[in-house]
Protein backbone atom coordinates (compact mmCIF):
# COMPACT_ATOMS: atom_id res chain seq x y z
CA UNK A 1 0.00 0.00 0.00
CA UNK A 2 1.04 3.53 -0.48
CA UNK A 3 3.01 5.22 2.73
CA UNK A 4 1.10 8.48 1.38
CA UNK A 5 -2.51 6.50 2.10
CA UNK A 6 -0.92 5.09 5.26
CA UNK A 7 -0.38 9.06 6.31
CA UNK A 8 -3.72 9.83 5.25
CA UNK A 9 -5.11 7.74 7.13
CA UNK A 10 -3.22 8.41 10.27
CA UNK A 11 -3.87 12.18 9.78
CA UNK A 12 -7.26 12.08 9.27
CA UNK A 13 -8.00 9.84 12.70
CA UNK A 14 -6.76 12.26 14.82
CA UNK A 15 -9.92 14.53 15.37
CA UNK A 16 -11.96 11.63 15.12
CA UNK A 17 -14.33 9.64 17.79
CA UNK A 18 -14.12 5.67 17.79
CA UNK A 19 -16.82 3.22 18.62
CA UNK A 20 -15.53 0.72 21.20
CA UNK A 21 -16.11 -3.16 20.02
CA UNK A 22 -16.09 -5.16 23.36
CA UNK A 23 -17.75 -8.83 22.67
CA UNK A 24 -16.14 -12.42 24.20
CA UNK A 25 -14.06 -12.50 21.36
CA UNK A 26 -13.00 -9.31 20.62
CA UNK A 27 -11.87 -6.14 22.48
CA UNK A 28 -11.06 -2.73 20.08
CA UNK A 29 -12.41 0.45 19.26
CA UNK A 30 -13.12 1.52 15.34
CA UNK A 31 -13.59 4.24 12.91
CA UNK A 32 -14.97 3.98 9.40
CA UNK A 33 -14.58 6.12 6.68
CA UNK A 34 -16.79 5.97 3.60
CA UNK A 35 -15.14 5.02 0.40
CA UNK A 36 -15.96 8.51 -1.19
CA UNK A 37 -14.70 10.23 1.76
CA UNK A 38 -11.38 9.38 0.84
CA UNK A 39 -9.76 11.19 -1.74
CA UNK A 40 -7.48 8.24 -2.75
CA UNK A 41 -10.31 5.92 -3.54
CA UNK A 42 -10.16 5.47 -7.56
CA UNK A 43 -6.09 4.47 -7.29
CA UNK A 44 -7.07 2.36 -4.18
CA UNK A 45 -9.46 0.18 -6.25
CA UNK A 46 -7.26 -0.17 -8.98
CA UNK A 47 -4.48 -1.05 -6.32
CA UNK A 48 -7.13 -3.83 -5.06
CA UNK A 49 -7.69 -5.01 -8.90
CA UNK A 50 -4.20 -5.45 -9.64
CA UNK A 51 -4.02 -7.70 -6.68
CA UNK A 52 -6.94 -9.66 -6.91
CA UNK A 53 -6.87 -9.85 -10.44
CA UNK A 54 -10.39 -8.54 -11.25
CA UNK A 55 -13.04 -5.96 -10.83
CA UNK A 56 -15.79 -8.09 -9.69
CA UNK A 57 -15.87 -6.89 -6.14
CA UNK A 58 -17.02 -3.91 -4.52
CA UNK A 59 -16.63 -2.36 -0.71
CA UNK A 60 -18.06 0.50 1.10
CA UNK A 61 -15.67 1.42 4.17
CA UNK A 62 -12.55 1.85 5.11
CA UNK A 63 -12.56 0.42 8.69
CA UNK A 64 -9.84 1.80 10.77
CA UNK A 65 -9.18 -0.35 14.43
CA UNK A 66 -7.47 0.99 17.27
CA UNK A 67 -5.82 -1.77 19.53
CA UNK A 68 -5.08 -0.41 22.60
CA UNK A 69 -3.23 -2.46 25.65
CA UNK A 70 -5.66 -5.01 26.18
CA UNK A 71 -7.21 -4.97 23.03
CA UNK A 72 -7.47 -8.77 20.45
CA UNK A 73 -9.48 -10.47 18.06
CA UNK A 74 -9.42 -14.43 18.63
CA UNK A 75 -9.14 -16.27 15.85
CA UNK A 76 -11.79 -15.98 13.40
CA UNK A 77 -12.97 -16.45 9.54
CA UNK A 78 -14.39 -13.62 7.73
CA UNK A 79 -17.25 -15.61 5.66
CA UNK A 80 -20.37 -13.70 6.03
CA UNK A 81 -22.46 -10.53 4.81
CA UNK A 82 -21.61 -11.27 0.77
CA UNK A 83 -17.52 -10.91 1.83
CA UNK A 84 -15.12 -12.03 -0.94
CA UNK A 85 -12.00 -10.91 0.43
CA UNK A 86 -10.26 -8.95 3.38
CA UNK A 87 -7.07 -6.67 2.73
CA UNK A 88 -5.63 -5.61 6.30
CA UNK A 89 -2.66 -2.71 5.93
CA UNK A 90 -0.75 -1.80 9.76
CA UNK A 91 -0.79 1.48 10.26
CA UNK A 92 1.12 2.28 13.17
CA UNK A 93 2.88 -0.39 15.04
CA UNK A 94 2.23 -0.96 18.73
CA UNK A 95 5.38 -0.75 21.55
CA UNK A 96 5.00 -4.99 21.83
CA UNK A 97 5.27 -5.08 18.17
CA UNK A 98 2.11 -7.10 18.54
CA UNK A 99 1.18 -7.95 14.60
CA UNK A 100 -1.94 -9.59 12.89
CA UNK A 101 -1.87 -13.69 12.92
CA UNK A 102 -2.83 -15.02 9.31
CA UNK A 103 -2.96 -18.79 9.24
CA UNK A 104 -0.58 -18.15 12.62
CA UNK A 105 2.11 -16.09 10.44
CA UNK A 106 2.80 -12.58 11.49
CA UNK A 107 2.50 -9.66 9.00
CA UNK A 108 1.92 -5.67 8.92
CA UNK A 109 0.13 -6.58 5.52
CA UNK A 110 -2.18 -9.15 4.31
CA UNK A 111 -4.97 -9.91 1.36
CA UNK A 112 -6.82 -13.17 1.55
CA UNK A 113 -9.86 -14.85 1.34
CA UNK A 114 -12.61 -15.09 3.70
CA UNK A 115 -12.06 -18.37 4.50
CA UNK A 116 -8.60 -17.92 6.28
CA UNK A 117 -8.30 -18.25 9.16
CA UNK A 118 -6.64 -15.34 11.14
CA UNK A 119 -6.69 -13.37 14.98
CA UNK A 120 -4.98 -10.41 16.58
CA UNK A 121 -3.18 -11.14 20.02
CA UNK A 122 -3.58 -9.06 23.01
CA UNK A 123 -1.88 -6.27 22.97
CA UNK A 124 0.15 -5.87 25.60
CA UNK A 125 1.97 -2.21 25.25
CA UNK A 126 1.14 0.78 23.07
CA UNK A 127 -1.64 1.36 20.48
CA UNK A 128 -1.79 -0.77 17.06
CA UNK A 129 -3.72 0.71 14.43
CA UNK A 130 -4.36 -0.74 11.46
CA UNK A 131 -7.36 -0.72 8.27
CA UNK A 132 -9.79 -3.73 7.06
CA UNK A 133 -11.53 -2.91 3.64
CA UNK A 134 -13.75 -5.98 3.17
CA UNK A 135 -14.46 -6.77 -0.84
CA UNK A 136 -17.92 -7.76 -1.08
CA UNK A 137 -18.85 -10.02 -4.08
CA UNK A 138 -20.69 -8.47 -6.76
CA UNK A 139 -24.30 -9.60 -7.13
CA UNK A 140 -26.34 -8.97 -10.62
CA UNK A 141 -29.95 -8.44 -9.81
CA UNK A 142 -32.38 -10.07 -12.91
CA UNK A 143 -34.96 -8.48 -14.58
CA UNK A 144 -38.08 -8.86 -13.31
Known amino acids: MEQEWI ?10 TFTPEKR ?3 LYEYYNFYKDDVPFNREFYQFLI ?5 NKFDYDVFHIHKWKEGSFFKTHTDDR ?8 QELKE ?6 LLVEGDKTEYA ?4 HTEHSVPTIKKGERISLTVFGKKI ?3 GLI
Not at 81 to 88: E, M
Open 7 to 16: DWFLENIKSK
Open 24 to 26: KHC
Open 50 to 54: KRIGD
Open 81 to 88: DNRRFALV
Open 94 to 99: SECKTK
Open 111 to 114: LFDV
Open 139 to 141: IKK
